[in-house]
C-alpha cells in the first residue's frame, strides 16, 4: 500500500505465487495494492506483452484512495506467470487460475473488472463461483460471441494473430494504431516497452500460437448462460472498438440478470485507460452503490 504519498509501482507491489486447481499446477505472477475490506480483481486482455500492470495502471492509485484492495492478475502464458498451452476455453482456463489465486492469498469473494479477455473471463468465473462474485465490470468482452453486423474475425482480432505470428515493431504499431480512438497518446516508449515486454516472453507467444492452432475457438461462446449470472454488472464499451464490436455488449445486457451500460464515445478497445479519469468515478460509483 502506498504510504506518505509515495506513488504505486509495478516493482513494490510485485508478487509470485504457487497455484493448484483442477489441472493446473503453476506459479502466477501478480500485483498487490492497498489494503481495504472490500478487493477488486483486475483482468487484463490478451494481447502480445499485455499484464496486469500495462492494461491498468492508471486505474490501481485512485481504486486504492477509494478503500479497495486492488490485485492485478497476469494470467497464465502472459507476462511473469508460468506459460500454458490452451486446448480448451481460456476463458475457464484464467477462472480456475483466478480461483485457485484467490485461496491461495485468502480472498474469499471479489469484484472483478475484465477488459477484453479478461471480461470472457469475469463471465466464467462468475458462472463457476458465483458465490464468490460482488460485482462485475465487463469492457469489451464477456462472451465471446459473434457479431451480425461486423465481419469476423474483425480488423484488430486479425492485427493481434498477426502480430503474435510475426512480433515486430512495425506489426505492434500496427495493432495499437488500430487499438485506440485517439493515437496521439501511443509514444514511442510506450511501443518499445510492450515491444520488450512481448520479446521477453517469446515463449508466451509461440504457446498462444500453439493453443489457436489446437482450438480456433480459445473463447467460446456462453451467450446462452448469461441469465443464470445475477451479479450486478457494468458494461462497458468504445464506441469505435475495433476489436469487439458494440452489439456484443449489447448481447451482454440483454442476456445478463442486472446489467447497465456505459458507451464512451471517442473510445477504441481499452476504455480504463483511454478514459481513465471518468472510468474510474464511474466504475468507484458503481461499486459502492
Known sequence: MSTNNAPITESDTSRFVRIKEGDLDLQLHYNDAGGGAETVVMLHGSGPGASGWANFNRNVE?????????????????SKSDPVVSTGSRSDLNARALKGLMHAIGLDKVHIVGNSMGGHSAVAFALANPERVGKLVLMGGGTGGLSPFVPMPT???????????????????????????DTSNLTEELFQARLDNMLSRRDHLENFVKSTEANPKQFPDVGHRLGEIAAPTLVVWGRDDRFVPLDIGLRLVTGLQKADLHVFSRCGHWAQWEHAEKFNRMVLDFLAR
Open 62 to 78: 485512485p481504486f486504492v484512495a477509494a478503500g479497495y484492495r486492488v490485485v492485478l492478475m497476469d494470467c497464465p502464458g502472459w
Open 155 to 181: 480488423e484488430g482480432i486479425k492485427l493481434i494473430g498477426a502480430l503474435y505470428r510475426d512480433p515486430t515493431i512495425e506489426n505492434l504499431k500496427r495493432m495499437m494504431n488500430v487499438f485506440v480512438y
